[in-house]
């Protein structure tokens, strides 16, 4: 059983530095919330394994939050979301967030011609996560969908604005243009992080859908609508962790966030939560 209240933190966690992309959503939208992130750096990528390999490090990652009393967790990462969400709401009471259908939400609101591009991981394109959402909401669209696999590590460098990311960047994205979607799901929370390269080749009129903005949204309305809302006039905690290598995270999630990270530390998911 489970025992939070309002001042109990939220949890977060994705395969990588990708889920700050959520969380920066968070912390700007819910500021006197605490929260608890968790990054998997040591086993970043999840979007290129098989989908039993994602519901198992989903489990120990979620299990892992839970035990820091997390009051709501966010699976701040498409690949999780589009493969282990409803194992996670079957197997854990705590209430879960994940973040296909916020931006499914989001995507449809936006677009006008009804021709709405996804770009994930192999596992979030190869299971049609966004694509069979969106036609259960939507009979009438044209979608188009790309795995862009290489975003990932790239983004995990830092090369945010690298001219290799660019050339990288027009090839992955040619057949959405030519496609003429007027909308595009940015469907893996590494990808806002390239957003301005990805607008750079798609063009100023397509709009990009940041699923981790959508899924703050739903957390907020979430906390709201339970009355679990953080009411406290301070700032609220952060506390980070990671699988491996956290220097580097720091680095790169100091530079993203603009603010000091005060607490990361690294722990061995695997061995604590296996099986
Ligand atoms: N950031 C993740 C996502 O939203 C996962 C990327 C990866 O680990 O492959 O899909």
New binding site residues.
């Given amino acids: 059983m489970q025992f939070f209240n309002k001042t109990s933190p939220i949890g977060i966690f994705?395969?990588?530095i990708?889920?700050l992309t959520v969380a920066k959503r968070i912390i700007a939208m819910l500021p006197n919330e605490n929260i608890v992130y968790f990054g998997d750096t040591a086993r970043?990528?999840?979007?290129?394994k098989s989908n039993e390999t994602v519901v198992e490090y989903s489990y120990q990652d979620a299990q892992f939050l839970i035990n820091k009393n997390v009051k709501l967790i966010i699976v701040?990462?498409?690949?999780?979301?589009s493969v282990a969400i409803n194992k996670l709401k079957e197997k854990f009471t705590i209430p879960i967030i994940g973040?296909i259908e916020p931006g499914t939400h989001l995507a449809l609101k936006s677009t006008k011609n009804g021709r709405i591009g996804v770009i994930?991981?192999n596992?979030?394109i190869s299971n049609k996560a966004y694509s069979s959402e969106l036609k259960r909401l939507e009979k009438n669209l044209e979608i188009i969908e790309k795995p862009c696999?290489l975003f990932?590590p790239i983004t995990e460098e830092g090369w945010l604005d690298h001219e290799a990311t660019k050339l990288i960047a027009k090839e992955y994205l040619q057949d959405l243009k030519d496609f003429e979607v007027d909308t595009v799901i940015l469907?893996?929370?590494?990808?806002p992080l390239l957003a301005g390269v990805i607008q750079e080749v798609m063009g100023e009129s397509v709009t990009l859908i940041d699923?981790g903005m959508a899924a703050s949204l739903e957390v907020e309305d979430y906390l709201n609508g339970r009355g679990i809302r953080n009411d406290s006039n301070q700032l609220g905690t952060h506390q980070f962790y990671v699988s491996d290598l956290p220097a580097k995270f720091k680095s790169v999630a100091e530079r993203f966030l603009g603010t000091e990270i005060k607490h990361i530390e690294k722990i061995d998911v695997d061995s604590l939560y296996r099986g």
């Fill in positions: 994705d395969s990588g990708g889920g970043v990528p999840y979007g290129t701040a990462c498409n690949t999780a979301s973040m994930g991981t596992v979030t696999p990932v469907g893996c929370t590494h990808y699923s």
